[in-house]
Antibody
Framework: EVQLVQSGGGLVQPGGSLRLSCVAS????????MHWVRQVPGKGLVWVSH????????AYVDSVRGRFTISRDNAKNTLYLQMNSLRADDTAVYYC??????WGQGTMVTVSS | DVVLTQSPLSLPVTLGQPASISCRSS???????????LTWFQQRPGQSPRRLIY???KRDSGVPDRFSGSGSDTDFTLKISRVEAEDVGVYYC??????????FGQGTKVEIK
């Protein structure tokens, strides 16, 4: 079965850190560009970050650049998002996706004191 | 950045009747390779997004043929020929032609009258 299984969300205080993981199965993870997308509950989808299949080239939305780091381990079929210096406006459901029809189940990140 | 503007943002529809959603881009979505990377996603309540249509008009496997996509350059349309109860949700257009950032429309909420 083609799927992306996410883990790592939760409640964190402002200024804290979290790492999200996304494990792929059922497709050739290593050849796909991968992305993180977030969604404030009740609001729209916002692209957050991208990583090339080579695991070198990356891109970020302006609001997270310098605080978030995307990475991948093609040997483990796993995508990561390291989130540092978290702020209240980072509170959202985070999805991993390859934009070719495969999405993770989403994981909630809540930044609050 | 490419801005995608969807209309309407809310679409009440009678079961069995057609529905149409517009997505207009702030610039041409023709990629340098000649393709147009305009995708439509459906997000049912409480679920992850699901890709319905890619490259303007190509339907994903398993998507009912009542869904169709059309358009060119900057104007695109998603049509549902006869709305069914399972079509309730939010529909997003997304562009992958000019990045970063990859961008979404604001979303159109389809509900049954």
């Amino acid at each position: 079965e083609v799927q992306l299984v996410q883990s790592g969300g939760g409640l964190v205080q402002p200024g804290g850190s979290l790492r999200l993981s996304c494990v792929a199965s059922g497709f050739s993870f290593s050849v796909y560009w991968m992305h993180w997308v977030r969604q404030v509950p009740g609001k729209g989808l916002v692209w957050v970050s991208h990583i090339h299949s080579d695991a070198i080239s990356t891109a970020y939305v302006d609001s997270v650049r310098g605080r978030f780091t995307i990475s991948r381990d093609n040997a483990k079929n796993t995508l990561y998002l390291q989130m540092n210096s978290l702020r209240a406006d980072d509170t959202a459901v985070y999805y991993c996706t390859n934009f070719f029809g495969v999405w993770g189940q989403g994981t909630m990140v809540t930044v609050s004191s | 950045d490419v801005v995608l503007t969807q209309s309407p943002l809310s679409l009440p529809v009678t079961l069995g009747q057609p529905a149409s959603i517009s997505c207009r881009s702030s610039q041409s979505l023709v990629h340098s390779d000649g393709n147009i990377y305009l995708t439509w996603f459906q997000q049912r309540p409480g679920q992850s997004p699901r890709r319905l249509i890619y490259n303007v008009s190509k339907r994903d496997s398993g998507v009912p043929d009542r869904f169709s996509g059309s358009g060119s350059d900057t104007d695109f349309t998603l049509k549902i020929s006869r709305v069914e109860a399972e079509d309730v949700g939010v529909y997003y257009c997304w562009q992958g032609s000019h990045w970063p950032p990859w961008t979404f429309g604001q979303g159109t909420k389809v509900e049954i009258k």
